[in-house]
Every structure is written in C-alpha cells, then in structure tokens.
C-alpha cells in the first residue's frame, strides 16, 4: 500500500474515532432516556395506550325504575381481569362501599371508574327506587262526546306526602290513565295518556295548624283528551307517578282506584271537610282558585 494511502486511511480512522467520542455523551443520554421511559411504562406511570376493557355491573339496570321496598346491591368486576386495576365507586358522587345495599326511594347516579395499567374508563348507570303515598280519590268525572272526545276532571287527595309540602310543584305530580281510543270485536286501541296538574291546595289540620296534605286537580278538556272511554284494570291502572325535588330525588306512584260510584267517597270528603282548611299562605300552586273559595266544601 502506497504511504499515502496508508496516511489518508490513518487519518479517516482517527476521524470516525473522534466523532463516535464526541457522540458518546448523546448517546449516553438517549440510552438512559429510553430505559427510563420503559420503567414508567412497565409501573403503569405513562401509559402506553388505553388498554380494551369492559366495566360489568350487575344488580342494577340502567333506567330502571324500582317497586317501594325494593333492596339493591350492585355487584361490579372488570373483564379481563387484571391485578393492577383499581376501581373506584361512586353514588350520586360519594364514595360508594361495594357490597352495601341500597333501599332508601331516590333517584341514583352510579359511577365506576376503572384505572391503572394503562386502563381509565368509566360507565354510569342511572336508576331510581319509588317510594309509597298515600292518595286517594276525593271525586272525579269524565264526560264522552258522540263525537269521541271527552272531558275530564279529577281530584285526589294526598296525605303525609314523603317531602314537606313546600317542595312540591304541579310539575312534579302526573296522572297516568289510560284511554280506549276505538273497539271492535278483533281490534282494541289503548293508549295512555298523561295529565298535568292543573292546581295544588295544601291543607291544614284545624286543630294543630300543621300542613298535612294537599288537594291535587286534574283536568282536560275536550279539545285535546280524545277517547271513547276509560280503561281500568289490572292491565291498565290508573296511578299518580312524578318526582319530588328536594335534598334527596324520591320518585312515587301510586295506584288510585277511581269509581263511578262517587258514594264511596263522599265519607272522605266529610271527613276532609272536618279536619282541615285550605291554606292559602302560600298554599295554592298552579291556577288560584276562584274567588272566595277558602275552606274545602267550597272548593269540592
């Protein structure tokens, strides 16, 4: 080999060497970055991507609405299991216990929340438990038409309501009934049909001066309630369904047995008309009452 050849293959040699020297540092630097970056991988710290999971809870369906005296208690797991995820819990955003039930009426919010090992999903289910009242039919009266409409007017009573009568709205209170729109001997329509409160009167108790309940009116007019009949049956009852908003959701329903025989009610009434008043200190929601109607037989 010529001497110049070996000076120039010298000199290149001596050059790669001082680059890889001086890269030494940086690449140092690089190796330690990856290795650090494959620990917080591993401990779940950085996570590498949102891993597949399913969130299975079980005792509780969504949207479901629950019978009064129904007990719940939600059961959850994670599928595929995995140690390294936790799971947090949470009933209308407090930290729920696995394994407690649940009975009290309300409405419910249930978040689970699934996290680690590169996992964070969440699911919510929502569902509500209905609790008793007592209502009961004061009078009512539904009048059909030949032409298929009808009008209706009912007033129920209701006793000891689950909240203070000072939570109460006409928006909170539905009738639910239902109609029979048409009928032949192969075809039978049954619709139901929902009324809004019209008015809310609370009573008081003559002797204590406690509010102890209030009169519900219900009403609809021809022009807009159409039906050949009503229908009542096991099938198709007639109830009160709504919500209570106060510091706790209590959704009710209740079942109300509505009779042509108004006879029925009429010692309901006298006893209604003896023991309370209506108060109207901020006792009448919805439409007033006409005027001079302040005690009950005036307003029945």
Known sequence: MPIVDTIITVQN????SGVLMRLFPVLRKVAWIVIMLSLLIETGCISRSHKSVTIIIKGVENGRTYPPGTVLKPMIQVEPKTARIALQVYLNGLPFALGTTIQEPGEYQLRVEARGNGVHKAE?????????????????????YPDGTADLEAVLVMLNPPVSVNQLSPSSCLLHLWIQLESTQSLKVV????????????????TTGHIEG??????????????????FDEKYPAHLKGVFYGSVLKPFEERIYISNRNSRNNSLIRDLVKRYTIDLDGGVLGKPLPEGVDTIDKAL
């Open 191 to 206: 619709q139901k049909v929902v009324l809004e409160l019209e008015r809310m009167v609370h009573l008081k108790n003559r």
């Open 124 to 144: 919510l289910v929502y569902f509500s438990i209905l609790t008793r009242v007592n209502v009961k039919t004061v009078k009512w009266s539904f009048r059909p």
């Open 13 to 16: 040699r001596a050059a790669a």
């Open 214 to 231: 209030t009169l519900l009116y219900f009403k609809a007019n021809r022009d807009s309630f159409k039906a050949t009949q009503l229908v």
